[in-house]
């Protein structure tokens, strides 16, 4: 069983049964009860048996060569590809040899019902927004800091969503705007830079802000700006920084920017924020 880790996102490095296969690594518990493990395989193929799990779980292949039953393509993966399995899944999904590493996502009951309809029938490979969103994560257990938990709830939100969303439900969208969705995620320390974005996504920045709008309500700065003030208002909570400098690190102009922003944003003042908290 995997050693304990607080809903902070403090973490250990130990053995971890995750996805059919005996890993060890680093593992971490989100404050939603989600427990998210960056693993490296160490049981060979021929050694794993058929297996079942009793709850739903997603794995995403960072490298080696992966084998599984899973529908909507080959039986052997190619990195970054997210498999979802819906619980009480039984198969042998495993690595062809130990030279690979692999991220598991594995769900509480609590979430599983935000993925009913349409996921219940068998494992499957996710579309290429969720596995954005699952990269991100993927990054954020790599390089943890003591503020990431929120952004790393947000992440997993996303890619939750865009699993449980029907391909045919998304189709239309352009393959650019997950990329955009991953670069604003990647770059949460900092305000949103519109032209970069574009140049990143190969679009053209007018396009770009049309069809982001289209698809999230808001301008992709206003969509940054939800990720910096969510990251401030983590680091408020678990750290002693100042707030004039988690206004630098969250990428906000000054403190009275900052300010200005939390209060519109929480209701209140980041000082009297980290008092209630």
């Known amino acids: 069983m995997p050693a304990a880790v607080d809903a902070s996102g403090s973490s250990r490095t130990h053995p971890a049964?995750?996805?059919?296969?005996?890993?060890?690594?680093?593992?971490?518990?989100?404050?939603?009860?989600?427990?998210?493990?960056?693993?490296?395989?160490?049981?060979?193929?021929?050694?794993?048996?058929?297996?079942?799990?009793?709850?739903?779980?997603?794995?995403?292949?960072?490298?080696?060569?992966?084998?599984?039953?899973?529908?909507?393509?080959?039986?052997?993966?190619?990195?970054?590809?997210?498999?979802?399995?819906?619980?009480?899944?039984?198969?042998?999904?495993?690595?062809?040899?130990?030279?690979?590493?692999?991220?598991?996502?594995?769900?509480?009951?609590?979430?599983?019902?935000?993925?009913?309809?349409?996921?219940?029938?068998?494992?499957?490979?996710?579309?290429?927004?969720?596995?954005?969103?699952?990269?991100?994560?993927?990054?954020?257990?790599?390089?943890?800091?003591?503020?990431?938990?929120?952004?790393?709830?947000?992440?997993?939100?996303?890619?939750?969503?865009?699993?449980?969303?029907?391909?045919?439900?998304?189709?239309?969208?352009?393959a650019w705007l997950a990329r955009a969705e991953a670069w604003l995620h990647d770059h949460a320390d900092s305000a949103a830079d519109t032209p970069s974005l574009a140049h990143a996504c190969d679009v053209h920045p007018v396009h770009l802000a049309r069809v982001f709008r289209r698809r999230h309500g808001c301008t992709p700065t206003e969509y940054s700006r939800r990720l910096r003030l969510a990251r401030a208002a983590a680091m408020l909570r678990h750290g002693p920084a100042t707030v004039a400098s988690i206004a630098v690190a969250c990428g906000f102009a000054d403190q009275a920017h900052f300010h200005r922003l939390f209060v519109r944003a929480y209701g209140m003042p980041p000082t009297a924020f980290r008092s209630a908290v």
């Open 17 to 174: 049964r995750r996805a059919g296969c005996l890993g060890t690594g680093t593992v971490r518990r989100l404050a939603n009860g989600v427990q998210i493990a960056r693993l490296t395989p160490t049981v060979p193929a021929r050694a794993l048996a058929r297996h079942t799990h009793d709850d739903a779980h997603l794995v995403l292949l960072l490298s080696g060569r992966y084998l599984t039953s899973a529908a909507g393509g080959p039986p052997e993966c190619t990195a970054g590809t997210l498999i979802y399995s819906p619980p009480a899944t039984t198969h042998r999904d495993r690595f062809h040899d130990l030279d690979g590493e692999f991220m598991t996502i594995a769900l509480p009951s609590t979430l599983q019902a935000r993925l009913r309809g349409g996921l219940d029938q068998g494992a499957l490979r996710a579309g290429r927004r969720a596995q954005a969103f699952a990269h991100g994560l993927a990054q954020a257990c790599a390089d943890w800091q003591g503020d990431d938990c929120v952004l790393a709830e947000t992440l997993f939100d996303e890619m939750l969503d865009a699993i449980a969303v029907p391909e045919s439900a998304t189709h239309g969208w352009p």
